[in-house]
């Protein structure tokens, strides 16, 4: 069983940084792709970042030069430092993983950036 609680959402004017975290708990290994999606309302939920290693990272073009994602495998987290924040970067934030083919779900944590 896998479990993920993401912590560190909060309201913040636009220009300012927030940084996410997420500890998962259960069989989670450093292969298994560990991400941020965020799912604004009346939109879809989209994929923010995802990194499969140390070295291999995906963003959405939305957040390139702005997000960093970075994991410690070590203690099985995952963190999403947001900087210069926008007030169309407002949404819910989930962290996922993806172990042997099922995507788990943290319970999200919401970002509202003030303009």
């Known amino acids: 069983q896998v479990q993920l609680v993401e912590s560190g959402g909060g309201l913040v004017q636009a220009g300012g940084s927030l940084r996410l975290s997420c500890t998962a708990s259960?069989?989670?290994?450093?292969?298994?792709?560990m991400g941020w999606w965020r799912q604004a309302p009346g939109k879809q939920r989209e994929l923010v970042a995802q990194?499969?290693?140390?070295?291999?990272?995906i963003y959405a073009d939305s957040v390139k030069g702005r997000f960093t994602i970075s994991r410690d495998n070590a203690k099985n987290m995952v963190y999403l430092q947001m900087n210069s924040l926008k007030p169309e970067d407002t949404a819910v934030y989930y962290c996922?993983?993806?172990?042997?083919?099922?995507?788990?779900w943290g319970q999200g944590t919401q970002v509202t950036v003030s303009s």
């Open positions: 990194i499969r290693s140390v070295r291999t990272t």
């Open positions: 996922n993983v993806n172990v042997a083919g099922m995507p788990y």
């Open positions: 259960g069989s989670i290994f450093t292969i298994n792709p």
